[in-house]
């Protein structure tokens, strides 16, 4: 069974960074691919940013990109999202996922965390 744990949600006023990290074995890493998504009150769950299990590739969705970033701590088996210039539309509860495929349309996803909440006041 993989266990993803994620923790560094908070509030933050626009234009604010905040850094979230997701905790999983190594092994995880080296057979998933590893994304965060997000889910909005009242709206869908959707695709923010993905690293492929190699570790070579990354994938971001239009509304992030240049904004957030994703990677991987080998050191502390943990993959990381910093999200910079905040915008109060990033205000949602974000998840961790580990998943076979994760691209930014097409996604299958074997493992979710708890979620964190992120919140970005105006």
């Known amino acids: 069974q993989v266990q993803l744990v994620e923790s560094g949600g908070g509030l933050v006023q626009t234009g604010g960074s905040l850094s979230l990290s997701c905790a999983a074995s190594?092994?995880?890493?080296?057979?998933?691919?590893m994304g965060w998504f997000r889910q909005a009150p009242g709206k869908e769950r959707e695709f923010v940013a993905a690293?492929?299990?190699?570790?070579?590739?990354?994938y971001y969705a239009d509304s992030v990109k240049g904004r957030f970033t994703i990677s991987r701590d080998s050191a502390k088996n943990t993959v990381n999202l910093q999200m910079n210039n905040l915008k109060p539309e990033d205000t949602a509860v974000y998840y961790c996922?580990?998943?076979?495929?994760?691209?930014?349309?097409?996604?299958?996803?074997?493992?979710w965390g708890q979620g964190t909440q992120v919140t970005v006041s105006s």
């Open positions: 996922a580990a998943g076979r495929n994760i691209r930014p349309i097409e996604y299958s996803i074997d493992y």
């Open positions: 190594r092994r995880t890493f080296f057979n998933y691919d």
């Open positions: 690293l492929t299990l190699s570790g070579s590739s990354t």
